[in-house]
Nanobody, 124 residues
Framework: QVHLVESGGGLVQSGDSLRLSCGIS????????MGWFRRPPGKEREFVAS????????DYTDSVKGRFTISRDGAKNTAYLQMNNLKPEDTARYYC?????????????????WGQGTQVTVSS
């Protein structure tokens, strides 16, 4: 199992940007796909974005397409989620997850390791 630590959350205003980071403990996780999920207040956890092990293929939920970008830096063992033009409906706790099968996935079941999450709050 891989140990993941998220950082970069905070309180921002509508239209602002944030970059979330996910530190990955194991170098072997370079072959893992990475994902970002979020849990809005009072709602179920939902998929946000995923990137395959090569870094070339990415997937996004429709509500963040064109605003969020997922990326990874193998040398730094870190995954990122750049969030631009944030909206109040993006308010949630954001979780990083690692998937041993190196392809992208919308489904949380395919991810074996999870971080503790970082809170993002967007005020209007």
């Amino acid at each position: 199992q891989v140990h993941l630590v998220e950082s970069g959350g905070g309180l921002v205003q509508s239209g602002d940007s944030l970059r979330l980071s996910c530190g990955i403990s194991e170098r072997t996780a370079r072959t893992y796909a990475m994902g970002w999920f979020r849990r809005p207040p009072g709602k179920e956890r939902e998929f946000v974005a995923s990137i395959d092990w090569t870094g070339y293929k990415t997937d996004y939920t429709d509500s963040v397409k064109g605003r969020f970008t997922i990326s990874r830096d193998g040398a730094k063992n870190t995954a990122y989620l750049q969030m631009n033009n944030l909206k109040p409906e993006d308010t949630a706790r954001y979780y990083c997850a690692a998937r041993p099968h190196g392809t992208t996935s919308y489904w949380s079941d395919g991810y074996s390791s999870w971080g503790q999450g970082t809170q993002v709050t967007v005020s209007s």
